[in-house]
């Protein structure tokens, strides 16, 4: 079975550029996550969407940082513009019902010079 | 918010030892997760707990949900090198299970 898919693995980029990270979820999964993961403050869920619709964006930065779920099989975040402590691991997760374990996705390592 | 408190942070140890790490909260939790993390990679679940006092093995591994709802253990029996990683207990309440709470990991070291 196809994970949580997420692409691309790596960016680069300069500072004031938009960066749009992706994820398709695993089939079936009714909930999407997305975390951030630095080493100062470990993973921190961003925000999360249930049927496409987003429940609980409290962990958003700031108004940078957008996330959308268009349909069942694709969520974008996007940061726009980028600053340099935006620099992370970005992980995509998935769970399928209210008490299910989520899945996590091999993440995207953002860098913004 | 809830926190969790994880430890050790890290060990050291010898191929063929035992290890053991835990996570203890403020709250109670409903749900226990263990995760393990390799380099360049996301978490991968290793072990899910949801009654309190459950007791859940995966080949080496053995998690339990403590009886107080407010922490979990997991245990690792005759490690290997492969075992090495970052693993992370993750806890979700019912009345928000959308937010799952991470501790913030024990990173594993095994000297063969």
């Known amino acids: 079975d196809a994970g949580v898919i997420q692409s691309p693995r790596h960016e680069v980029t300069e500072m004031g550029q938009e960066v749009t990270l992706r994820c398709k979820p695993i089939s079936g999964h009714d909930y999407l996550f997305w975390y951030r993961q630095t080493m100062m403050r470990g993973l921190e869920l961003l925000i999360y969407?249930?049927?496409?619709?987003?429940?609980?964006d409290s962990g958003m930065p700031e108004d940078r940082f957008s996330a959308k779920m268009p349909n069942a099989s694709f969520s974008t975040l996007k940061i726009q513009p980028s600053e340099p402590r935006d620099s992370a691991v970005y992980f995509c997760?998935?769970?399928?019902?209210?008490?299910?374990?989520?899945?996590f996705g091999d993440g995207t390592r953002l860098s913004i010079l | 918010g809830q926190q969790l408190n994880q430890s050790p942070q890290s060990m050291f140890i010898q191929e063929g030892e035992d290890v053991s790490m835990n996570c203890t909260s403020s709250?109670?939790?409903?749900?226990w997760l263990w995760y393990k993390q390799e380099p360049g990679e996301g978490p991968v679940l290793l072990i899910a707990?949801?009654?309190?006092?459950e007791l859940t093995s995966n080949g080496r591994l053995t998690a339990q949900f403590g009886i107080t709802r407010k922490d979990s253990f997991l245990n690792i029996s005759a490690s290997i090198p492969s075992d090495v990683g970052i693993y992370f207990c993750a806890g979700q309440p019912d009345n928000n299970a959308g937010k799952s709470t991470f501790g913030d990991g024990t990173t594993l070291t095994v000297k063969p």
């Open positions: 997760a998935s769970r399928q019902g209210w008490h299910q374990p989520q899945h």
């Open positions: 709250s109670i939790f409903n749900t």
């Open positions: 707990l949801y009654k309190a006092g």
């Open positions: 969407f249930n049927n496409n619709v987003p429940i609980d």
